[in-house]
């Protein structure tokens, strides 16, 4: 991590991206300038699959880490320092 740095890695729904945006002014209320925050788009596997697929496999979208696992691997390799991400 950039000791100046925080990079949240996030899905880029909208629903995601108003997640990360709430994470986002908790942490520059709470460390004020400190740091700069860096949002970090991720497309995942469940991102890629077309919906039409999803409403005929529907298993198949909702697979394990479908939308979860390149956000999991991207914080194993520090490629960002934490990481948004909701359950419905």
């Known amino acids: 991590m950039n000791p100046g740095r ?3 890695g996030a899905r880029s729904s909208r629903l995601s991206q108003a997640q990360t945006s709430i994470v986002s002014v908790l ?16 497309k995942t ?3 890629r699959i077309p919906p039409t697929q999803r409403k005929i496999n529907p298993a198949h979208a909702g ?13 194993l390799k520090r490629e960002i320092d934490i990481a948004v991400h909701s359950m419905k």
């Open 27 to 42: 942490l520059k209320e709470t460390f004020g300038a400190r740091f700069t925050i860096e949002v970090v788009p991720v």
């Open 6 to 8: 925080i990079r949240i």
């Open 63 to 75: 697979a394990k880490g479908a939308f979860t696992g390149e956000i999991e691997t991207m914080l």
């Open 45 to 47: 596997l469940g991102d």
